[in-house]
């Protein structure tokens, strides 16, 4: 290949991104690094740790069950939702063209453990196993509700990935509608379902897996490794060689592997990386007719080591510094 900027496709999103390594090399202005300073066990002021539970809105679910003896992953309402369960399906229409809708749907905090300065790669296997049973259990329950299509869950970590509690925790947000970014990728997926009679997501596993450049890691069930066309510098997916389509269908074996790889994915980033805020998505199908069949569930881990500019806010193609090859490289000799 050329020493020219290359422009990449990615097989799932469609999205275009363009990949220029010579951009590495522009004088940059030093930014504050990624917030590392020591946390306390426990914070008296932090709405998450324990003895603070009034302190939350309704508790949803408790692992264990009892509400004897202590908690290990609390599930919560999100205080500040951006999604309502109780908000209605009112549309109002506004003028020629427009309308407002309520936000209806589901948004709740996956408080991950008790101890306030616990990070996810200090997770231990029965914790990690906890943190994903309260992730099926709550998707469970949002995908059984008849008027939510999609169900998305998320993990902010740093404050250049928008957290702003530093308690270790996730949320699930569960929405009324299908985002308009899922609608060609389940086109796409439905299309390479019919050609081929399997997911796009199996065949983009086994292409890598065969082209080897890009995979970081691979256990018997999951395979990490950095998409031909990623998003974001250092964007990882965790994706199933074979898998049940949804999470809510995982069981428990296949929810530990997954959260290992993930743990051994978190950690090679913050070696390779320097610790970089993070956003960690469990990117599923929407909720409708066919659509799990063609796009499985798989884990998407980005971390924040560049800030959107007037390029990409202008046309929708990211740049990336590093080729997606040099970044797996990387991630390898980081892993531990």
Known sequence: MSAYPQVRANPLTGDRVIVAPARAERPQSERPAAGSHELPERDPDCPFCPGNELETPREILRIPESEEGDWRVRVVLNKYPVLEEDAGEEVVSVGPGRQVEAALGRHEVVIEARAHDRTFTGLADDELLDVLRAYRSRYAAAAADARIRHVVIFRNQGELANATIEHPHSQLAAMAFVPPALTGRIDRARAYLEAHGRSLLEGIVEQELGDGSRVV???????????????????????????????DAAEDAMLLEFGR???????????????????????????????????????????????????????????????PEETARALREAAP
């Open 217 to 247: 890691a691979s256990s018997d069930s999951f395979v990490t490794f950095v998409p031909f066309a990623p998003t974001h510098d250092g964007e990882l997916w965790i994706a199933p060689r074979q898998a049940p389509p949804r999470l």
């Open 261 to 323: 790889a993930l743990r051994r994915a978190v950690s090679a980033m913050e070696r390779a990386f320097d610790g970089p805020d993070y956003n960690l998505v469990v990117q599923s199908a929407p909720l409708i007719e066919g659509a799990e069949a063609a796009l499985p569930w798989y884990g998407q881990l980005v971390p924040r080591r560049t800030l959107t500019a007037g390029f990409e806010l202008g046309v929708g193609v990211h740049i990336l510094v590093a080729t």
